[in-house]
């Protein structure tokens, strides 16, 4: 069975300060693995997405993520916040059978 | 392209009444997806359909849940009866394939009252 498990519910960091939101999968088969970031009233917007090629993926607004296929892992990473980045994220995989998304992570900016 | 189209974007109606989601993939999407998003069970996958053919539907919470997709352009979701505990953010989603990412609609807020 594949699933999604997104470690922190809740994340408050400073402006300015980096920021890492985890994301780990159990999957049988290979995955293609999305962070999706949405804001208050609106849909998921796309923040990046490993498909194939290099483990580092770099995605907008300033964020990146790194494919650890041993550690089946996929963490979110961000060198410096911005007060705009306060959003949920939701980590998701496919398994070329269907999306599977994390439970979220809300990420507090403080000024 | 527009994007995925949901309406309405907001609905509220009375417990035992029937409602209808709408959702307008976009164009050339072979998948179409509904999810529906709560504060208790975060994001939850209802049903897809690939080429209009409903593939997954074990998410359906319930037989008052039923969705359609008549053609490759449109789909709808409803609930009939609706109940207080169906009130939440439902979403439509569409993809080319399952090799990339899926591409949300701005959802469907619903409260029964």
């Known amino acids: 069975a594949q699933s999604v498990t997104q470690l922190d519910s809740q994340v408050p960091v400073f402006e300015e300060a980096p920021v890492e939101l985890r994301c780990n999968y159990s999957?049988?088969?290979?995955?293609?693995l999305f962070w999706y970031v949405q804001y208050p009233n609106q849909g998921l917007q796309l923040l990046l997405k490993?498909?194939?090629?290099?483990?580092l993926v770099k995605g907008i607004n300033g964020f990146e993520a790194e494919f650890n296929k041993s550690q089946t892992s996929f963490h979110l990473r961000k060198p410096s916040v911005h007060i705009s980045d306060t959003a949920e994220y939701f980590c998701a995989v496919n398994t070329g059978n269907q999306f599977y998304f994390g439970t979220g992570t809300s990420l507090t900016v403080i000024p | 392209d527009a994007g995925v189209i949901q309406s309405p974007r907001h609905e509220v109606t009375e417990m035992g009444q029937e409602v209808t989601l709408r959702c307008k993939p976009i164009s050339g999407h072979d998948y179409l997806f509904w999810y529906r998003q709560t504060m208790m069970r975060g994001l939850e996958l209802l049903i897809y359909?690939?080429?209009?053919?409903?593939?997954?539907d074990s998410g359906m919470p319930e037989d008052r849940f039923s969705a359609k997709m008549p053609n490759a352009s449109f789909s709808t979701l409803k609930i009939q009866p609706s109940e207080p505990r169906d009130s939440a953010v439902y979403f439509c989603?569409?993809?080319?394939?399952?090799?990339?990412?899926?591409?949300f609609g701005q959802g469907t807020r619903l409260t029964v009252v």
């Open positions: 490993y498909l194939s090629g290099s483990t």
């Open positions: 989603a569409s993809s080319p394939n399952l090799n990339t990412e899926a591409f």
């Open positions: 999957s049988s088969v290979s995955v293609y």
């Open positions: 359909f690939n080429n209009n053919v409903p593939i997954d």
